[in-house]
């Protein structure tokens, strides 16, 4: 299976699509790349399928495709893992799996991009608290571990024959699969919208440049103009981003643009930690944030980018920013790979997040329909350690512990007034189920919320330091 590729699927801002019919070879390995040729020119057993220095292997296409599928070939010495994606789930159980198994598995890693931009902290970056820089993180550290980190796009996987085609035609063969591509957007959930207009009306929802276009156009929309947010329907990454984005926007606009106008559209009855966002603005930037909901005909939405209008149940309202968030559903190569349903996402088994449709591939993250846990980073990189000490038993025979998960939101509301919401989660029956849950509380003192903030920024250096290492 090698479906056609459509580049504007997968194409995404600040990330190179390499192409089929340019040079073959384009994986770039980011660190430690003497040791990841002697790895990919090693066959089975250990034998040196052939000796090739440096400039004639990545020169060389036809002697990479050889070094990929020759250990398969001959017959292979370590069990294989490929992960796909390497986001907050793939890059923390590609880490896992290597660091635990001590050499044992060979990790692949594949992932277009070179340096992974965190969505969280995104929103404090448009609020002017976080630096887009301190946003990114390489794969360095998980390939000095042994990892495999192939820059590349992954475009189908044969199930039956255990394998996953690269864009640049390479094909890599797995044991096990783990796929945690994220998210991509609903076609026409929001009309007169789709990703050609991303350059004028942003998203700002997955990782890359598009925070920084957003933060570009806020910070010169004319005086007193409107910022609108179209919200996204349930489910959707990270339940309160919406809510914090429009907290750091407002307390931008109240700094250098005061007469400024905030709209919310919003498909939803109610959203995540509404209490405490309502209250929020309305103690620091009063009289700045409207909301419409579905009473009133905030899920009947069009845009219209070149005319920068939005169009509310027939009624025509100019904007001066946009920021539309569509409806969401897993990262296309799970769709590519027959692993989601009608609902547009993976159903999952919850004991172990393994694929209902594959027993030997397993799917984390964003892209996964596992039941009660929200769509975050916190939650992928919990699910990711769960499926890491599966695959390691599986594989190497070491010890499987029962599931366990947890996740945790922040969001920040204004200078050092930090919210949170989280539960622990256990499998149920038939899905992921929530054990425990916490909130915080309107009301609450400024000293406890500016320790949530400073617990968020801690929380914040232990995620990232426990995916990228
Ligand atoms: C504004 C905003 C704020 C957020 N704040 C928080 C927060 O405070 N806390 C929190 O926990 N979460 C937060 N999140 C949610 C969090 O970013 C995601 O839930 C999390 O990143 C999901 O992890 P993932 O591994 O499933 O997907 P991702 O982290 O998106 O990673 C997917 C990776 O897969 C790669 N990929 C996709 N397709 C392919 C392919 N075909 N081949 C190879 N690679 C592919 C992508 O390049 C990407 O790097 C926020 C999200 C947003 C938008």
Not at 398 to 404: C, H, K, L, T, V
């Amino acid at each position: 299976m090698h479906p056609h590729i459509v580049p504007d699927k997968f194409a995404r801002e600040g990330m190179m699509f390499p192409s089929r019919h340019g040079r073959n070879f384009r994986r770039l390995w980011t660190i430690g790349e003497e040791r990841r040729e002697i790895r990919l020119l090693t066959g089975a057993n250990g034998r040196d399928l052939m000796t090739l220095n440096r400039r004639t292997f990545l020169g060389t296409a036809t002697a990479a495709s050889v070094a990929l599928s020759a250990p398969m070939a001959l017959g292979q010495a370590k069990p294989r893992v490929v992960v796909i994606g390497g986001g907050s789930g793939g890059g923390t159980v590609a880490r896992y799996i290597a660091k635990d198994s001590d050499g044992a598995v060979d990790v692949t890693l594949i992932e277009p991009s070179r340096k992974y931009y965190t969505c969280y902290f995104s929103n404090l970056y448009l609020g002017g608290f976080w630096e887009f820089d301190a946003l990114g993180h390489d794969y360095g550290n998980i390939a000095r571990l042994g990892v495999n980190v192939v820059h590349d796009w992954a475009v189908g996987v044969d199930r039956d024959a255990q394998t996953v085609a690269l864009a640049s035609g390479e094909s890599i063969s797995y044991d096990r699969l783990v796929v945690a591509p994220g998210i991509d957007f609903v076609e026409g959930s929001v009309p007169g919208w789709d990703v050609s207009q991303q350059s004028l009306m942003p998203h700002a929802y997955k990782s890359g440049t598009q925070a920084q276009l957003l933060k570009h156009q806020i910070e010169n929309m004319r005086e007193g103009g409107t910022f609108c947010m179209v919200a996204p329907p349930n489910p959707y990454r990270c339940p309160p981003g919406p809510g914090e984005r429009v907290s750091m926007v407002a307390h931008v606009l109240s700094q250098i643009n005061p007469t400024a106008k905030i709209l919310i559209v919003d498909p939803k009855e109610n959203y995540s930690k509404q209490a405490l966002f309502e209250e929020g603005w309305e103690r620091h930037y009063s009289g700045m944030v409207t909301r419409i909901g579905p009473d009133f005909g905030g899920d009947r939405v069009e845009v219209r980018p070149d005319a920068m209008e939005v169009v509310i149940d027939g009624v025509v309202e100019a904007v001066d920013v946009c920021n539309v968030i569509p409806a969401q559903k897993a990262g296309k190569i799970a769709e590519l790979a027959g692993l989601t349903n009608d609902s547009g996402w993976a159903p999952v088994f919850p004991s172990d997040m393994r694929s209902r449709m594959d027993e030997n591939v397993f799917v984390l993250g964003d892209a996964s329909a596992q039941g009660a846990m929200p769509k975050s980073g916190f939650s992928a990189n919990s699910q990711a350690k769960v499926v890491a000490n599966v695959i390691r038993g599986e594989l190497t025979g070491s010890r499987i512990f029962p599931a366990r998960y947890s996740n945790t939101c922040w969001s920040l509301i204004a200078t050092d007034d930090g919210v949170k919401v989280g539960a622990n989660y256990e499998a149920g029956d038939d899905q992921i189920e929530s054990v425990s849950s916490f909130i915080s509380q309107t009301g609450e003192d400024d000293e406890l919320r500016r320790q949530t903030y400073e617990e968020s920024i801690g929380w914040y250096n232990g995620i990232v330091a426990d995916i990228f290492g």
